[in-house]
Nanobody
Framework: EVQLVESGGGSVQPGGSLRLSCAAS????????IYWLRQAPGKGLERVST????????TYSESVKGRFTVSRENAKNTVYLQMNSLNPEDTAVYYC????????RGQGTQVTVSS
C-alpha cells in the first residue's frame, strides 16, 4: 500500500517561509513523479507543483511560480517543497500525491499564513 506522509506545515506571517516534506514508503519511490497539491478552505484541490522521478522536470502553478521550489532525494524517499514569500492566499492543506489529480495522496499538512 502506498504511504505518503506530509510534514512541516504551520503558522507563519506574510512574507515568511516554510519547508514541507513528503516521506514515502511501500512503493518504488524513485520510479514516480510526485505532485504537490493544496486545498484552501471552501475550494477544490489545486496542483501547485510537479517533480519527475529524476528531478529533471519540474513545474509550478502560476500562483506559486518564483516563490516555491520542489526537490527530492530518492535515497531518502522524500520530496520537499520550499515555500518562500508566503501570503494569506497560500493558506491551505498541502498534500503530496503520486497522481496528478491527487486521488492517492497523504493526510496533508496545514499551512496558515496570517498576521
Amino acid at each position: 500500500e502506498v504511504q505518503l506522509v506530509e510534514s512541516g506545515g504551520g503558522s507563519v506571517q506574510p512574507g515568511g517561509s516554510l519547508r514541507l516534506s513528503c516521506a514515502a514508503s511501500a512503493f518504488t519511490f524513485s520510479g514516480y513523479y510526485i505532485y504537490w497539491l493544496r486545498q484552501a478552505p471552501g475550494k477544490g484541490l489545486e496542483r501547485v507543483s510537479t517533480i519527475s522521478n529524476d528531478s529533471r522536470f519540474r513545474t509550478y502553478s502560476e500562483s506559486v511560480k518564483g516563490r516555491f521550489t520542489v526537490s527530492r532525494e530518492n535515497a531518502k524517499n522524500t520530496v520537499y517543497l520550499q515555500m518562500n514569500s508566503l501570503n494569506p492566499e497560500d493558506t491551505a492543506v498541502y498534500y503530496c500525491a503520486i497522481d496528478s489529480r491527487g486521488t492517492r495522496r497523504g493526510q496533508g499538512t496545514q499551512v496558515t499564513v496570517s498576521s
